[in-house]
């Protein structure tokens, strides 16, 4: 029972907590509206929702298709160097503080 808390609450630090993480990282360098907003907010807490537990079950190939899917999605935005890097920096801060979250839960449920 005290596992499947301590998963929950890993999972849940890092779907939530990660949009704050992001979003001061990327306060830093101005706001890109270019789309629906608050769709990259939603977007990243999908992405997380989804990479988080398949850290949990080591299928951790799948996390590269997760983001290869959400490239192919973005690729003629890609062009435009500004936003690429912006882009990348923010998936990159929502993917690495998912993995690093979840690696941290699989750390305090092997205690």
Same mark, same amino acid.
């Given at each position: &029972?005290?596992?499947?808390?301590?998963y929950v609450?890993?999972?849940?630090?890092?779907?939530?907590?990660? $949009?704050?993480?992001?979003?001061? @990282?990327? !306060?830093?360098?101005? !706001?890109?509206? %270019?789309?629906? +907003?608050?769709a990259?907010?939603?977007?990243? &807490?999908l992405? %997380?929702?989804?990479?988080?537990?398949? @850290?949990?079950?080591?299928?951790? +190939?799948a996390?590269?298709?997760?983001? &290869?899917?959400?490239?192919?999605? %973005?690729? +003629?935005?890609?062009?435009? %160097?500004?936003?690429?890097?912006?882009?990348?920096?923010?998936?990159?801060? $929502?993917?690495?503080?998912?993995v690093?979250?979840?690696?941290?839960?699989?750390?305090?449920? $092997?205690?």
């Amino acid at each position: &029972m005290l596992r499947a808390f301590v998963y929950v609450v890993g999972f849940t630090i890092a779907v939530f907590g990660g $949009s704050t993480y992001v979003e001061r @990282i990327l !306060k830093q360098f101005g !706001k890109r509206n %270019r789309g629906i +907003e608050g769709a990259g907010k939603i977007i990243g &807490m999908l992405e %997380r929702s989804v990479v988080v537990p398949l @850290i949990f079950v080591g299928a951790y +190939e799948a996390v590269g298709l997760v983001l &290869m899917a959400k490239s192919i999605a %973005r690729f +003629e935005q890609l062009r435009d %160097r500004t936003f690429a890097e912006y882009y990348l920096i923010g998936t990159l801060a $929502s993917l690495s503080f998912g993995v690093m979250v979840a690696l941290l839960t699989q750390v305090a449920v $092997s205690i």
